[in-house]
């Protein structure tokens, strides 16, 4: 047979057209060849290094070592002219003589950075919070996160390798959005149960390679239990934003009034109510009109457990009948003409985990008395229009100023109604009954109202003596109301007895009521005293009120002559 013999310039061209940096040395060390790709990657394209020294050309080099052993070492990366390479030593024989090395240098710079960007990727994929799952273009599960595995309770070991078909049937999901986006090839959203109890919604994205076939789809999984339960938290916060202000009122700190007693009657009342708040039992306030019912059920929800939770009041009273049960129970969409569209959450669920106090409990319609006793039996509401109901935890706290014993025996009220709100009664006495009461009342709402305003007023000694002896129909709002009224409106620093309103004034006197002339005598001294106060001289505040100057020197005598006989007598 004929041997062929290859040209050697033919093994040349091949040595300085490869891919890979070639750098021959002899046995000493120096550079026997160097090829074009090895210039290029030491940047030493322009440069004559043949002869020389290996080391002076890569001061780390190991070829020396492998002239010293006849060792090979392969796939061993190094920092090469800044540049990352792979490099593989091999030592060259001759007729079994170690005659040099040959190293072969690989760039893999480019290679490193996309191995650092896939890193990255991988962590920020295992990172997400929501689930993403990956398929290949045949349907068969290549990569799963942590955060679909939390979602699904699935682990990816039972996921990975395994086609969405066999998956379906063993009821891990009940349908996949990969195999419809591997069918429809564009990008879908479905809702889908995960082991046949947990809703999500999960969204294919099919990837597509440069021939526009299907690579992969990356599905995204999001747990939407969180997003029904923020859509509730946001119907509730919108029914609260809407809800008007002479209709009831909405807290969740409980009440920042003082409750101010000192009658032994009240004392017993807050006893009571420290031992009864930390209970979710339903309590019924009563006493007329004005003695603080409000400010007791504040009282009870600040010192329960459900002080940092919803507490709504309603007047039930204040609202007509149609109204008052849609906007208690809620209602669906469509459930009467002029609903709103998407439905309405009512008062009760908002008052869900916290208190609903009932203000006027007397005056709720029959009808709706009916569907009250059901919410209290069954601790359920059903919206208007549902067919569907909703466990319910609220406290209910009931208020009136009527006598429900009387409606009763008259059909205004439902017996049963009343026994199931009267499982804690509690009747707040009139400011009458309690006259004890008064004169700390009278000093903590004065005072609360001259620091409110910044002003700085007194009430005489007999001005608080007739405030304590006045009757006080309206009870503590009208006491309050009082007081406020004096501190604003009387522009003297010191409440005299005359700037008392007349039907207090009147009704606490022993004295006959004044004469027209009286009064007008009391209102003209009123005015002179406020200019007097107001300037530094009698003249000025004479100029003032547009009278003389001896004008007003004599009509001072004569009121000071008439105090004195006054105290004479």
């Known amino acids: 047979m004929k041997q062929t013999i290859i040209d050697p310039h033919i093994w040349e061209n091949i040595f300085f057209s490869l891919h890979n940096g070639v750098i021959v040395v002899d046995r000493n060390g120096k550079i026997l060849l160097i090829n074009a790709s090895a210039k290029k990657l030491l940047q ?4 004559n290094w043949e002869g020389k020294d290996i080391r002076d050309l890569i001061p780390t080099t190991q070829l020396p070592h492998v002239l010293e052993n006849g060792t090979s070492s392969i796939g061993v990366k190094m920092n090469i002219a800044g540049r990352q390479c792979l490099v593989n030593r091999t030592p060259l024989y001759r007729n079994g003589e170690l005659i040099g090395a040959i190293g072969v240098l690989e760039d893999i710079s480019q290679m490193e950075h996309y191995h650092t960007l896939l890193k990255q990727m991988e962590t920020i994929i295992e990172f997400s919070t929501d689930g993403i799952y990956v398929v290949d273009q045949n349907g068969i599960t290549t990569m799963v996160n942590s955060a679909y595995e939390a979602i699904t309770g699935f682990r990816r070991e039972e996921l990975v390798g395994k086609h969405m078909h066999d998956l379906v049937k ?31 919604i999960v969204t294919g994205n099919p990837v597509f390679n440069e021939q526009g076939d299907i690579e992969m789809v990356v599905t995204s999984v999001r747990d939407i239990s969180h997003l029904i339960q923020m859509k509730a938290e946001l119907e509730k916060a919108k029914s609260f934003s809407e809800m008007s202000q002479h209709r009831y009122t909405f807290s969740v700190d409980g009440s920042k009034e003082q409750i101010v007693f000192r009658s032994p009657s009240m004392k017993q009342l807050f006893d009571k109510v420290e031992q009864v708040a930390p209970y979710p039992t339903t309590v019924l306030l009563t006493g007329p009109s004005g003695v603080g019912k409000e400010v007791i059920a504040n009282l009870i929800h600040h010192l329960s457990p459900r002080k940092n939770k919803p507490f709504i009041k309603v007047n039930c009273g204040a609202i007509p009948e149609p109204l008052l049960e849609s906007e208690l129970f809620g209602y669906e969409k469509g459930a009467f003409t002029g609903a709103r569209q998407d439905g309405k959450i009512g008062l009760l669920e908002l008052a869900d985990k916290g208190t609903i106090m009932l203000d006027e409990i007397g005056e709720m319609p029959l009808s709706l008395q009916v569907k009250l006793l059901r919410v209290l039996q069954e601790k359920q509401v059903q919206r208007i229009g549902s067919h569907k109901t909703k466990k319910l935890d609220v406290r209910i706290i009931a208020a009136t100023n009527q006598n429900l014993k009387e409606l009763i025996s008259q059909g205004k009220f439902r017996e049963d109604l009343y026994y199931r709100l009267q499982v804690i009664e509690m009747h707040i006495p009139p400011l009458a009954e309690r006259p004890e009461d008064i004169e700390p009342l009278i000093d903590h709402y004065f005072s609360f109202y001259c620091k409110l305003y910044r002003i700085n007023k007194h009430l005489s000694p007999k001005t608080k003596e007739i405030l304590q002896r006045y009757h006080w129909p309206g009870n503590v709002r009208e006491l309050k109301n009082l007081m406020e009224n004096m501190v604003v409106s009387i522009p003297s ?5 005359h700037d008392l309103p007349l039907h207090i004034y009147d009704q606490t006197t022993d004295t006959p009521p004044l004469t027209l002339k009286e009064r007008v005598e009391q209102f003209e001294r009123r005015l002179i005293q406020e200019a007097i106060e107001k300037h530094t001289s009698l003249r000025k505040a004479a100029k003032q009120l547009g009278i003389d100057h001896s004008t007003l020197v004599k009509k001072l005598k004569k009121w ?10």
């Not at 030493?44 to 440069?47: A, C, D, G, W």
């Not at 891990?172 to 947990?198: A, E, F, M, N």
């Open 44 to 47: 030493i394209e322009n440069e």
């Open 493 to 497: 620093q010191l409440i005299e007895p």
């Open 560 to 569: 000071k002559k008439d105090e004195k006989t006054l105290r004479r007598c």
């Open 170 to 200: 063993k009821g891990y999901i009940d349908q996949s959005v990969s195999l419809l986006v591997l069918q429809q090839k564009k990008r879908i959203s479905i809702l889908q149960k995960i082991g046949g109890k947990k809703d999500v």
